[in-house]
């Protein structure tokens, strides 16, 4: 399936939206727990990822442990391989990374997520199928796996405590993956509904507004201060970054607490 | 405590390695389950975030479940502290983010993950106490809860299927957390250092303060409107990013509309 592909399917919480359903293939070597591939479905579907597979599910295939630890991930799920060898595992794949928890002593390139999901993207981009190899809950991948892979990937967590479990370290990667995917990393994906930054004139009127409302309420006490006291007040909102509707809703403020003592001086 | 220093612990899975205690507070807003929340810890010191604070934990608080699940990650354990309100679980802090699933209706900045923890480093080197506060599990963080927060952090998932839980979603923000300290680590504070930000005690004094005065004054008409019209109130002034003095000067202009028709009514 070609990048920034998106199919339509009535898996997940939304079944209006699409789902994308793409990018490197997942691989776990001999997990133990059915819950921890369940938890891996719902990290990748989290992300954008599909395809899943195991190599020797310690607890056998299908589990419904899994099924139910992916929350709804049943597209993922649905698809799951399983493979009594890794050769057999990735087979079709051009280039894999080895996650790892610990140093190992080999002569392979060790990369960041980040630096390995933009070599994944890379190659995604140029028409090869990639996958991530992941170990089992005790102890990772043994050297055999490692070296089946290309390079190596390993998490920059705190020295002293570094006990990813596997749904973690898969969702870091599924992450990266849906961050790369995406045209602006940077940008959220909803905006802030920002089209209304008030302008100066409507932030002028705020200022003639409040003043006035101050001057009535006696606030400029003693005189000699309210020059210092009115630029305080305008250099607040001036660099409070008001948009139209919340002056809107500050001046409003301002007319309910002066018409409260008009009338009652109306009525004095 | 600044930035990069490092502080030798006993906790964790290797005690000869250096446990990074510091970066922004975590704050889960009426938490559920106890699992939750010691998965939560555990993925705070997996990089090297420690400080948990609970508003209202479902299930009180110790709690074994927690402890069990956060895997040796006692330091957090052990420093997380209780609140009864939100108000005072984040008083001291000068900046937060509230991380949503969804679009929230509100005028306020939205960020990604990476560009939100840009964000809370660079105030971190300045000096300022941040936090990140997460909701519910099942229905994230209430408007109340969103709009004491500066910004709006949400992830990038897939639409299609956008179910992270609470521990995921702290799991990611850390991980970026931990993907900032790394990046440059010597470069120089830059930003003038802003001194006077007000902390959220003061925030919260001032809309407490405004909205008993505009209460007075039958600003909130009509009574249907009145939760979204204080909501856009305090999402205006938390948006405005005050520093104390301003705080103080507004809460002096409040007083002064207020003190004029309080003196008029008594005269009445």
């Given amino acids: 399936m070609r990048h920034n592909e998106f199919v339509r399917t009535m ?9 994308i359903t793409e990018g490197p293939v997942i691989v776990l070597c001999e997990p133990q727990l059915g819950e921890n591939i369940g938890m891996v479905a719902r990290a990748m579907a989290n992300f954008g990822l599909a395809e899943l597979r195991l190599v020797n599910p310690r607890d056998g295939w299908p589990s419904d442990k899994a099924r139910s630890a992916a929350s709804n991930a049943d597209h993922v799920i649905d698809a799951t391989k399983v493979y009594g ?23 392979k390139t060790v990369r960041s997520p980040r630096e390995a999901i933009s070599t994944l993207m890379t190659k995604f981009k140029a028409g090869e199928k990639t996958g991530l190899l992941f170990g089992r809950e005790r102890w990772g991948l ?3 796996e490692i070296a089946l ?7 920059p967590v705190n020295p002293a405590f570094a006990s990813l479990n596997i749904a973690q370290a898969v969702l870091l990667m599924s992450y990266e993956w849906m961050n790369a ?3 602006e990393p940077e940008k959220a994906v909803f905006g802030a509904i920002d089209s209304e930054i008030a302008s100066k004139q409507e932030l002028i009127g705020l200022f003639d507004h ?30 409070a970054n008001l948009r139209s509707p919340e002056i809107h809703a500050l001046r409003g403020a301002i007319a309910a607490l002066e018409r409260r003592w008009k009338k009652k001086r109306g009525e004095w």
């Fill in 142 to 144: 043994n050297n055999e």
């Fill in 85 to 107: 060898r890794v050769e057999d595992a990735i087979a079709d794949l051009h280039f894999t990374y080895a996650t790892t928890a610990r140093h190992r002593d080999m002569l």
């Fill in 11 to 19: 898996a997940g919480t939304d079944n209006r939206k699409e789902l």
């Fill in 181 to 183: 995917s995406m045209v």
């Fill in 210 to 239: 409040l003043e006035s409302a101050l001057e009535d309420a006696r606030y400029f006490h003693p005189p000699s201060k309210k020059e210092r006291m009115r630029l305080n007040l305008r250099n607040t909102f001036t660099h």
């Fill in 149 to 155: 892979s290309d390079e190596i990937v390993t998490f």
